[in-house]
């Protein structure tokens, strides 16, 4: 819904005066994959790194805005999309803010990524695949999901009785089965050096 009465406002502080104030240059690392595939623990693992480096960040977590911002949505295809959309949105924001965000959520559809990366300048979005066999993953059922979605205690769960549609070309992809927590950070930050994400 648009609304012809509301008119953009131009900020007098742009977003490149907010980078260069923090001196780094603003993104969005879109984590994506499984549940329990280790979204959250390189998520968390990688913000804790760059605040160590000094730099200026944000965490939006799956579980931490559905509490909040998206409590009203549920797990339906149409409550999903707006999740995302909304999470998008606010994502945005925070680059314009000149932060370093990222995002760990299961985003189970192509569209609704694609969608995100759309609100974005070209290179400001960079799509992590955290890429976990659901086997694996379900070994590991940190937070107990699996066993109760194998029950039918979870409806529309991603991976058993919803689909995950994986990322054709992310910009970053991960194999936990194959490396450490620490090994991920460390490639994801290399990423960001070589294309001079971490200085202004
Ligand atoms: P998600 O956020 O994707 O749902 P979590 O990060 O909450 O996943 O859970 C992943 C679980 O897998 C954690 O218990 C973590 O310790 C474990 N794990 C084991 N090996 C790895 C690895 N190489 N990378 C990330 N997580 C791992």
Known sequence: MSNSNIVW??????????????????????????????????ANALESQLYAMKKHTYL?????????????????????IENIRRIGEVSKLFVDAGLIVISAFISPFLSDRQIVRDL???????EVFIDTPLKICEQRDPKGF????????????????SPYEAPKYPEIH???????????????????????FLNA
Not at 120 to 126: A, D, K, N, S
């Open 60 to 80: 939006l977590d799956g579980d931490n805005v559905r509490h909040s911002l998206n409590k009203d949505l549920g797990f339906s295809d149409a409550d999903r």
């Open 9 to 42: 406002h131009q900020h007098h502080i742009t977003k490149q005066q907010h980078s260069i104030q923090k001196q780094q240059k603003p993104c969005l690392l879109w984590f994506t994959g499984l549940s329990g595939s280790g979204k959250s623990t390189i």
């Open 146 to 161: 699996y066993q109760k979605a194998r029950k039918g205690e979870i409806p529309n769960f991603t991976g058993i009785s």
């Open 174 to 196: 991960i194999s936990t089965s194959h490396q450490s927590v620490e090994d991920s950070v460390s490639q994801i930050l290399e990423y960001l050096r070589q294309r001079g």
């Open 120 to 126: 974005f300048q070209e290179g400001e979005f960079i």
